[in-house]
């Protein structure tokens, strides 16, 4: 079964940062666009905020609120899609999900997704 799954959410101080990453299990990562969203406390909508696509000339994308401090970047050989946040503030804290789907753009949108990782938590509190 093609699943993706999360890892690296913690909790972190502003100006702090993380690493996430995605892996894909059951089939490769690479001939994939990949999207990372969040879900920030008490809202109800997704919100895309990194997407890279497939290998050969990957093209990236980022949401303006996270441009200059995010970059997402693939590793093809450990078949992992990673997440790099730095200068993180409290507005970041959310639950970040790995996602895609045959037909699934940069930027992404969470209608065309059909396949979501569970999800892993950050937390940006002093």
């Known amino acids: 079964q093609v699943q993706l799954v999360e890892s690296g959410g913690d909790s972190v101080q502003p100006g702090g940062s993380l690493r996430l990453s995605c892996f894909g299990t059951?089939?490769?990562?690479?001939?994939?666009?990949i999207a990372w969203f969040r879900q920030s406390p008490g809202k109800v909508r997704r919100e895309g905020v990194a997407?890279?696509?497939?290998?050969?000339?990957?093209?990236?994308t980022y949401a303006d609120s996270v441009k200059g401090r995010f970059t997402i970047s693939r590793d093809t050989q450990k078949n992992v899609v990673y997440l790099q946040m730095n200068a993180l503030e409290p507005e970041d804290t959310a639950v970040y999900y790995c996602?895609?789907?045959?037909?699934?753009?940069?930027?992404?949108?969470?209608?065309?997704?059909?396949?979501w990782g569970k999800g892993t938590s950050v937390t940006v509190s002093s």
């Open positions: 996602a895609t789907s045959s037909w699934l753009e940069c930027p992404p949108v969470s209608e065309t997704v059909t396949v």
């Open positions: 059951e089939f490769s990562l690479s001939y994939y666009t």
């Open positions: 997407c890279i696509t497939t290998i050969g000339d990957p093209q990236t």
